[in-house]
């Protein structure tokens, strides 16, 4: 899996759809750059016509609910070890249907406690479950954030709320891993700057 790692927005204050920045963010992505996380190689990925197509969970537009769209993920083929990869955009989050922002949305519901718990759930049709893995994994890596953003004060609510294209990019570049996704992941980073 390839992920492109387009500007993540600041997703209360967003003016951009995850539909938009979609595709923004596909549009974005020059396959001669990518290196191929099989073999290494950069240079090497060639369009490949076969794709598959997943659910895009989003917040909705109302305080309260979701909407799910139907998205085509592209794959790209190494030229020289044959290898294929799904060109997963950064907003969606690997091996789910969510995307960052509706987690984040969910995140920031938790931390501001004007609903329980089970009202949160049942408005957005999520499991408990779901809600408290996405809290275990938030709280993770606002710990290795934390290490990053010597300056950050430890109050959830305004963290999320300050969640940007650098702390994001800071993060992977030091972890690895894309904040809040479930897998660590061969990734190219590409920033680009949507503003």
Known sequence: ????????????????SDE????????NIKLKDVQCPYCKRSGTMINYHHGYTRYMVS????PAGKTAKIIYIARAKCADCGHTHALLPGIMMAFSSYSVSFVLYILF???????TVEEICENHCISHSQLYRWLQRFREHLQKL???????????????????EASAHRFLQTTGISFLHRYNTNIWIETTDLR
């Open 146 to 164: 934390q290490e990053i953003i010597n300056s950050l004060e430890a109050d959830p609510q305004n963290f999320i709320l300050s969640l940007d």
């Open 1 to 16: 899996m390839i992920r492109p790692f387009a500007m993540l927005c600041r997703f209360l204050n967003k003016k951009i």
């Open 109 to 115: 519901l938790y931390y501001v406690r004007q609903n």
């Open 59 to 62: 917040p909705a537009s109302e």
């Open 20 to 27: 938009e920045l979609l595709s923004l963010e596909l549009e």
